[in-house]
DNA sequence: CTAAATATGTTCCGATCGGTACAGAACGAA
DNA sequence: TTCGTTCTGTACCGATCGGAACATATTTAG
C-alpha cells in the first residue's frame, strides 16, 4: 500500500523496500514487537525515522507488513503442507517445517507469531489480536484440509479434523516456545515423532 | 528476602504483603511484563510507589515474586501431577492441570510463563531467562520422574525420559498458547486426548 | 518526652518511547 | 530556470517509563 512507487516523480528513494522489511522482520522476530524500538528498526534497515514513515506508515504497519512476509517466506511451510498427498504427511510436513523454520542458525529462533507479540502493552492490543487471528486462519486452513482427507478416506471416519488441527497447532506453538528456549533441532524432531504417534492410523 | 519484618520496630505495614503479592501477580500474568507499568501494580496492589519499593525491591524483583508464588499457587499442577503412581498418570494430570490452570474463567488466560516474558526489550533478557530456566526446570523434573517409571517397569524400557518430558512441555506451552488466544477447555482437553494417544503403553 | 526506625504520599527526575516539523537535496515537467 | 513533488537528515515534541527525593506520619525503645 505504501511502498509503491506511484510515479517517477519527484526524488527517487534510496534504500530497497524488500531489503528493508526483510530486515525489519528480523529485528521483530528476533526482539518482538515491544522489545523493538524505532532505533533499533532505522539501524537494521540502514534508512533514516522519516523514511520509514514514508516508506511503511509506522510502527505497527510495519510490523504487520514484516508478518505478511514472514507468512510468505520463512513461514511458507505451512501452506506447502497443505498440498502433502495424505494427512498423516500434511501434519509430518507441518511439524518438521516448524522445525526447521525455528531452529536455523542463520534465523531468529522461535516462531515471529509466537515471540513477536503473545505479550503486549495493553494499548497494543490490536497487534496481539492481529497475530492470533493468523494462528487462528492457519488452524482453520488444517481443519479443511484435514476434513477432506476424511472425506477421502484418507483419516478415519470417526475423526475430528478440528480437533487434529488444533493439535497440531499447539505442538507446533508450544515447540516454538522451545526453540526460543534454546532447544536444538534434534531434540525437536524427537518431539515430533512422539507427537505424530498420536496420529490416527491411514 | 524484601518482604520480611525484622523486628516489630517502627510504623507498621499497612497492607498485606501477601494480598498485594497475588494481586501483582494476576496483573503480570494477564499483561505481561513489559505490558505492565508501575501505575497498574500500584493501583492493583492498592499501595503507593514508595511502599511496593520499600517491600518488594523494584519491578523485575516483584515479577520474580510473583513468579514463585505462580508456581507454588496456580502452577503447583506440575509438583501434583508428578506424585501420580504411573507415567501416563503423571502425563495426564501434567496436561489436564495446565489446561485446567490456563482456562479458568476468574484468572487470566494462558500460562504465566508465556505470557510474562516470551517477548520483553533486550534491556529485560534476565527476565526472559528466569522465565526459561523456569520451564527448563519442569522439564528436568519431569525427566527425572520418567526415568524412575523406566526403572520401575512403568514405561518400557526403549523409551526415552527425556523425549517424553520434552514432548508434555511442548503440548503444554503450546496449549498454553492456544488458551491465551480464546481456545476453550473442552476444546483443549481434547487435544489432550489426542496428545495422549502418542504415549507409549505400560 | 525524645530519638531511632519504618511506612506513607506527593512530587519530581533523567531516560526513552513513538512520532513529527522543518529545512535541504534530488528528481521530472514546463 | 523554476516549479511541484518526493525523499533524506536533523532536531525536536509530548507522553510515558522506572525509579528516587523528600517531607510527613506512626510506631517502639529508651
Redesign the pocket.
Known amino acids: 500500500m505504501a511502498g509503491d512507487?506511484?510515479?517517477?516523480?519527484?526524488?527517487?528513494?534510496?534504500?530497497e523496500t524488500d531489503e528493508a522489511l526483510e530486515r525489519a522482520m528480523r529485528v521483530f522476530w528476533a526482539q518482538g514487537y515491544d522489545g523493538?524500538?524505532?532505533?533499533d528498526l532505522t539501524t537494521a534497515m540502514g534508512?533514516?525515522?522519516?523514511?520509514l514513515?514514508?516508506?511503511f506508515g509506522?510502527?505497527?504497519a510495519l510490523f504487520r507488513k514484516a508478518l505478511q512476509r514472514y507468512s510468505a517466506g520463512p513461514g511458507s511451510y505451512g501452506s506447502w503442507a497443505l498440498q502433502e498427498p495424505t494427512a498423516r504427511e500434511v501434519a509430518a510436513a507441518f511439524l518438521r517445517g516448524g522445525v526447521e523454520t525455528t531452529t536455523r542458525p542463520d534465523r531468529p529462533a522461535g516462531c515471529l507469531s509466537v515471540q513477536g507479540a503473545l505479550a503486549v502493552a495493553p494499548q497494543n492490543r490490536p497487534v496481539a489480536d492481529a497475530v492470533s487471528d493468523w494462528r487462528d486462519d492457519a488452524r482453520a486452513r488444517l481443519t479443511e484440509r484435514f476434513a477432506l482427507a476424511r472425506d477421502e478416506g484418507d483419516l478415519p471416519a470417526s475423526s475430528d479434523p478440528a480437533l487434529l488441527a488444533r493439535y497440531l497447532m499447539v505442538v507446533s506453538t508450544g515447540m516454538a516456545v522451545q526453540a526460543a528456549g534454546g532447544a536444538g533441532r534434534e531434540e525437536l524432531h524427537r518431539v515430533v515423532d512422539a507427537a505424530l504417534a498420536a496420529w490416527p492410523p491411514a
Chains 1, 2 share one sequence.
Open positions: 512507487r506511484r510515479t517517477t516523480v519527484g526524488r527517487p528513494r534510496e534504500f523493538t524500538n524505532l532505533t534508512i533514516t525515522r522519516t523514511s514513515y514514508a516508506a509506522n510502527k505497527e
